[in-house]
């Protein structure tokens, strides 16, 4: 019976707002507020606690589920099928620094007018990107034409003066920090633009039915046979390449940075120990642990152009690890021989799910020639479940979550969950690369010579830290 699903999906909403309410009560504390502003505050911060992120799980959960029972199906459909103006529209308010603008003016917010008049464009039509946003939560319209920052808009704010960064190359707004606004650059101009051909390439007899990391819809999209990566450092690319690098490091924000932390006994690591961050990019992952351990060394590894815009980076955020060479940068190309021997552990943080499975094996095999006896390889990585329940066929390894979803929600929490499956579908069109199940994780894991033996999942996301040892 329909409504007694409605009935549940209620029941899982009053549950766990109730629990949300004890956790936070408990502890002197009120929800974050959506008319607020974004600060890592106590409150904040416990939103990642495992028994605070399992009910935003639920709560967010049964709430699409709810709202796509209850609407007409065409609603859900016309929604689907427009929801790339959210993108679009998100865009625009980023290129223009509308969040540094904005800031100045906290909750009275500033005019259309005089927005528009400082991102020279014409007030109707901003105000029409601004109230499609605020319609979705992002930014607020707090009188007519007037509009403000709001919690989520908020993410996004570099910290920079906006008049200052008018005046700047794009490049100054991403300099130290940690890269949020250019991942909604980063998506909404190359995936997104790129998304658009993935029917042209699926149906093409050139591209259907490869999976070579040249042959995605990026290529079909800008008329290019040069891989991501080659082709970000073309120097028509200068922008794009240099808000790639900082777009990864707000890839670490898929879920808490710390995470990592948790992710390897990093305290049994001492300075006789070596960490290699293999495409490591500018470094955030190894940020965590030498932050969090202050003796063992560590290399990143990346292509040559990525480490020299890595260093300026931890120029930024940590030079004391630079200076004291506990922490330096290496050129490698993981396709090549790993250079480095007497490594303690490997680092392959989101660099398979760039990949096809063919040249994920290629680098695993490197690493793995590389291993002594003693080497430990931590994958860190989406582990995404099907959207049915996986029965017997899930693979038996310590730790790996057993999770128990209410019904009738699916199976992998639906939309609660639905990051890693957008990110599988962007790893596809930008590279045909894509993220992996467990089954598929240990598979591969195993063809490079490799077998998973642990994994350290992050409560609430599907994102978790798999170790694996030599075989
Ligand atoms: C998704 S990013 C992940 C970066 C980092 N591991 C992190 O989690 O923040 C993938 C990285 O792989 C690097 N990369 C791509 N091709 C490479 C290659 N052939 N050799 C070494 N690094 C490469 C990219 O430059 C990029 O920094």
């Not at 939560?137 to 920079?160: L, M, T, Y």
């Not at 001492?270 to 190894?286: E, F, K, R």
């Not at 699916?410 to 930008?430: C, E, F, K, T, W």
Request: net charge negative.
């Amino acid at each position: 019976m329909t409504i007694e699903d409605l009935e549940n999906l209620q029941a899982v909403l009053n549950d766990s707002i109730d629990s949300l309410k004890r956790y936070y009560t408990d502890i002197s504390l009120d929800f974050p507020s959506l008319d607020g502003q974004y600060s890592a505050d106590a409150a904040e911060s416990l939103r990642s606690d495992p028994k605070v992120s399992q009910a935003i799980l639920n709560i967010t959960a049964a709430s699409y589920q709810l709202l796509c029972t209850v609407r007409p199906p065409m609603m859900s459909i016309f929604d689907a099928a427009t929801s790339y103006l959210i993108t679009a529209c998100l865009r625009v308010t980023e290129q223009i620094n509308a969040v540094e603008l904005l800031r100045d003016f906290g909750a009275q917010g500033l005019h259309v007018n005089d927005i528009a008049l400082y991102a020279g464009m014409e007030p109707t039509k901003l105000a029409r990107v601004f109230r499609l946003l605020a319609t979705h939560h992002i930014f607020r319209e707090v009188q007519p034409n007037v509009f403000a920052n709001n919690r989520i808009s908020s993410v996004f704010d570099s910290g920079k003066d906006a008049r200052w960064l008018s005046t700047q190359p794009q490049a100054e707004k991403h300099k130290g920090t940690y890269g949020a606004a250019a991942f909604i650059d980063h998506a909404a101009d190359e995936c997104c633009k790129s998304a658009c051909y993935l029917y042209e390439t699926l149906s093409s007899p050139e591209t259907s039915h490869n999976f070579k990391a040249n042959q995605a819809a990026l290529q079909t999209c800008f008329k290019t046979d040069k891989v991501l990566f080659a082709w970000l450092e073309e120097p028509f690319n200068q922008r794009r390449f240099e808000r790639y690098g900082a777009a990864i490091r707000a890839s670490s924000f898929w879920n808490d940075p710390k995470a990592i932390i948790n992710g390897y006994d990093w305290g049994s690591l001492t300075a006789n120990d070596l960490i290699v961050d293999v495409g490591g990019g500018h470094g955030m992952p190894s940020l965590m642990i030498a932050r969090a351990n202050a003796e063992v060394r560590i290399i990143i590894q990346d292509r040559e152009a990525v480490t020299e815009q890595g260093k300026v980076f931890w120029r930024e955020v940590f030079p004391k690890a630079l200076d004291s060479g506990r922490v330096s940068f290496q050129a490698h190309e993981f396709f090549d021989k790993q250079p480095q021997r007497d490594v303690s552990v490997f680092v392959l943080r989101t660099v398979l799910h760039d990949w096809p499975d063919k040249n994920c094996v290629t680098i695993l095999k490197h690493l793995r020639d590389a291993a002594g006896t003693k080497t430990k390889l931590l994958i860190g990585d989406w582990i995404i479940p099907l959207a049915c329940s996986e029965g017997a066929e899930a693979p038996q390894i310590l730790g790996a979550l057993k999770v128990t979803v209410p019904s009738p929600l699916l199976a992998n929490h639906g939309r609660a969950n639905s990051i890693p499956y957008a990110l599988d579908m962007a790893m596809q069109v930008i590279l045909n690369g894509q993220e992996r199940t467990l089954a598929h994780h240990a598979d591969l894991a195993a063809r490079g010579g490799w077998r998973i033996s642990q994994v350290n999942p992050i409560e609430g996301s599907c994102f978790g830290y798999m170790v694996a040892e030599p075989v």
